[in-house]
């Protein structure tokens, strides 16, 4: 048995060498250091409910470029990172048993049950075999604890009583410095190699030149694109005007599939923010990237309250609510083809992009499932499989906000397709890019086709229920706004900024999802 320390440190979720607790403890605490990552087989498989596939293409291979981007930096700090396809737990056990040197295998905990298991897991190997366990948290901006509340079980179920809490009460914790190098790997370790998608039987995706996340993987294209919306741009400066755009990439700050890698740390981006105050301007915007991190540890902190709940039919208010699973009328909805223009452009977004705007989320999401009357979960896991910044705590606890059985004050809150379309693309420019059936309609009456003339419609080149669907459903709601389009001549009536541009009325809003009094939105 060598005297020699080894530290495993297994990453999930935190592929980076900032702000990382992981790389700082086990400099400390040992002679060699393993950066461990396992492609897990039970990632490639089936979602719960629905059998639809867990991890899609667009996901897959930011995944891979980040994979790739971490062993870069890794090989300039004197370490690599270690590549296996394999469980966890069975990885971590070989490899403890190939080294004899392994003192601690370390890793930052997760909250949901599939994660969970993996961590029970790896402390029975380790327990059989030994090998101490050293674990970390470091997936929100604030620490869990340093929550102002005696225990998880007392998280409020409002997310402004949470909010005004940790304001008030907690501070966000000093950043970990990236380390200049790390201690090396084991002699003769193998590194293994990275899988290319067809290994992980998945397809590479096809790049779509109007995607509005054109980035790629990876802790140094996140601390790129911050640097390019805060310090080159000062689009941070604006970004609670814009936050609710539709087209291009500097409409949001479209850091949310870095975090979700763990590529950057929230505690990052506030630190920045803070930094960008202090030397450029303090202002709502730059507040509101923060209001929106908070969002992100509220939902994560949910998930840690409540567990599995997140995942059940009756979510976390134990309503019971009789959702129809029409697989159908659940096509028409995933394949962009429900008549209703502004969710059929959001939706092909999402197919043709891995990505969809905040705005077009909340908007589909309500579709489904108020609507359409949908089992909530068939939303859940179809963002699950396409999102490039799938997060499983925020999506399925806006997915649970959407069904109405979430942290909501409210009930029966529903979007208004028409009215939300005009508000924030007014001139259809948007749904124009997506659903090019209807390109030659101008202006807003491009969000309701099926209320046009049969000249107008024959003048357009369209025809309903051939060159492109009849609507599935139309609530009574929508026929308020139908005649309070503009009209199709003239230049957008959003001024110089365009599609991208936050309507006046809305800009003070907040999440539109959680404040409005307003029944139908």
Known sequence: MSTSRTVICL?????RLHDNELFHWAQQNADY?????????RHYVGTYNYNLPKTGPFR???????????????????????????????VVASLIQQLGSVSSVAFHEEVTSEELNVEKKVKEVCAQMKVNVHTCWGATLYHRDDLPFSHIS??????????????????????????EMLNPLPPGLQEGVIPTAEDLHQTEPVEDPRSAFSCSGGESQALARLKHYFWDTNAVATYKETRNGLIGLDYSTKFSPWLAAGCISPGYIYHQIKQYERERTANQSTYWVIF????????????????????????????SVPWKKDMKLFDAWKEGRTGVPFVDANMRELAMTGFMSNRGRQNVASFLTKDLGLDWRMGAEWFEYLLIDHDVCSNYGNWLYSAGIGNDPRENRKFNMIKQALDYDTNGDYVRRWVPELQSIRGGDVHTPWTLSSAALSHAQVCLGETYPTPIVVAPEWSRHVN??????????????????TPKQHRDRGVDFYFSRSKFL
């Open 60 to 90: 897959l291979r930011f995944l891979l470029e980040s994979i790739r981007d971490l062993r870069d930096k890794l090989l300039t700090k004197g370490s690599n990172l270690v590549v296996r396809r394999g469980k966890p737990e069975e």
């Open 11 to 15: 990453l999930r979720n935190d592929l």
């Open 292 to 319: 929106e991190l908070l969002w992100r540890d509220y939902f994560r902190f949910v998930a840690m309250k409540y567990g599995n709940r997140l995942f059940q039919s009756k979510g976390l208010q134990d309503k």
């Open 154 to 179: 007392r998280l409020p179920d409002v997310y402004t009583q949470f909010r005004k809490a940790v304001e008030s009460e907690s501070l966000v914790r000093p950043l970990f410095l990236t380390p």
């Open 484 to 501: 309070k389009k503009p009209s199709g001549a003239g230049p957008s009536q959003r001024g110089k900024k365009g599609p991208s541009h």
């Open 33 to 41: 250091i393993v950066p461990l990552y396992c492609f897990d087989p």
